[in-house]
């Protein structure tokens, strides 16, 4: 009863939070405070009930646990925009930093079946720039910005058919939420087929469902695989921004699937490796070049989007188990670039340019029931810079920038 009376708690606090992470394009590098010590690394190497977010199977090893965890996200973001000879720098930190909480539990029914829950951030975009911007907005005196959140409830089970496998599915339930401001060039019917519905309409909501199957399997004490997969998740749209996004305001959850390898050289320590890849390419609000506003209008079908393209990740992580108290872990992120040269006036809105990201962590254990683990996570300065022709005379070069720092802490029960 105690541990179901927290885990509503905490249910509750998921539905009311928001977040904002943008690593590997807008998704978080990692899901829960131990795997981001380690670059994200999780999918053969579970260590809190987190890890559900990255492998579903993973909950076949965690028996009955409980953590809860707030991150503490701080994005820069900037971008330089050249236009007749003159280039201006603008600032897109309107709002500085954000507070990500997660929760999860896990509870073995018996030796093969075990169940749980997560919530938690996917990832997100936001950026609110302190000075007009006149690519976007000439008409007021209102600031360009967009906020993306997204929020995932993910009920799991897993089955260990025998003692070293694991197979899993995560059920998902995904609520988006999305505004924007200061975009009133484009609110018109030369750039919209919905020139109302293009910024400036406040919150608007998204939901969807979807699911991830998991395997993962312990060969040796030394070694242990993992595989996942999860496909697109359709989304309904933003009815308040259909003249905005590609489809009617259609913004799916890109498909991804990975792999993971762990690695224990002594019993002590666990070097890891994780790769996804995130199919952004494949979703059209996300992926269709800017040029379609020269063939069609923002909203419809072939609306212009982000250009984003697929991107491939790789995480590495290594967590050493320095006495009965205390473990250390470190990790690295990296991934290809999903913004394109061609792609980066659009992308001032979301600058999601970082591809390396390194990160330290440490849990210290309270006898044989208690955790407390913290990370801190830096990820590295990059830049893209590109030409823009919108027509009407309307030309020029766009440089993004961003960098992040985030720092968070968990709290771990095994009950």
Request: charge should be positive.
């Amino acid at each position: 009863m105690k541990v179901a009376k927290i885990a509503s708690a905490m249910l509750l606090g998921g539905l009311i939070s928001t977040g904002a992470h943008a690593t590997n394009g807008y998704f978080a590098s990692g899901y829960g405070i131990q795997s981001q010590g380690m670059g994200g690394v999780s999918i053969a190497f579970p260590q809190d009930s987190l890890a559900a977010a990255s492998n579903p199977a993973s909950i076949g090893f965690l028996g009955d646990r409980l953590d809860v965890g707030v991150t503490y996200f701080q994005p820069n973001r900037s971008a330089t925009i050249t236009a007749g000879g003159v280039s201006t720098n603008y600032d897109g930190n309107g709002t500085k930093s954000f507070w990500i909480p997660e929760f999860g539990i896990t509870k073995a029914i018996n030796k093969q079946f075990s169940v749980g829950l997560n919530v938690f951030g996917n990832g997100g975009m936001n950026t609110q720039y302190t000075t007009v911007i006149p690519q976007f907005n000439q008409l007021t005196n209102q600031t360009p910005g967009v906020n993306l959140e997204q929020m995932f409830i993910a009920p799991t089970a897993s089955w260990r058919p025998i003692e070293s496998q694991s197979l899993g599915v995560t059920l998902i339930y995904v609520n988006q939420t999305f505004s924007a401001t200061g975009l009133n060039n484009f609110a018109n019917s030369s750039y919209s087929a919905s020139p109302s519905n293009v910024s400036n309409n406040g919150n608007s909501n998204s939901t969807g469902f979807g699911y991830q199957l998991g395997w993962l399997g312990k060969f040796t004490d030394y070694l242990s695989v993992g595989v996942r997969y999860q496909p697109k998740i359709s989304m309904s749209s933003f009815g308040s921004y259909s003249g905005l996004f590609a489809g009617g305001g259609s913004f799916d959850i890109p498909e991804t699937y990975g792999a993971g390898l762990a690695f224990n050289p002594t019993k002590d320590i666990t070097l890891a490796a994780d790769y996804q890849n995130i199919k952004y390419g494949n979703v059209p609000s996300i992926a269709n070049p800017i040029s379609n506003m020269g063939t069609s209008t923002l909203g419809s079908a072939n609306g212009a989007g982000f250009g984003w393209q697929n991107i491939n990740v790789y995480k590495l992580g290594a967590n050493w188990r320095i006495n009965p108290s205390w473990a250390a872990r470190v990790g690295y992120n990296f991934n290809n670039q999903p913004i394109p040269s061609s792609q980066t006036l659009f992308n001032v809105l979301a600058p999601g340019v970082i591809t390396q990201q390194a990160s330290i962590g440490a849990t210290y254990y309270i006898g044989k029931e208690y955790e407390i683990s913290g990370f801190y996570a830096r990820g590295f300065s990059q830049s893209v810079t590109g030409s823009y022709n919108m027509g009407g005379g309307n030309s020029g070069t766009s440089k993004i920038s961003m960098y992040q720092d985030s720092v968070g802490l968990a709290f771990g029960w095994k009950y």
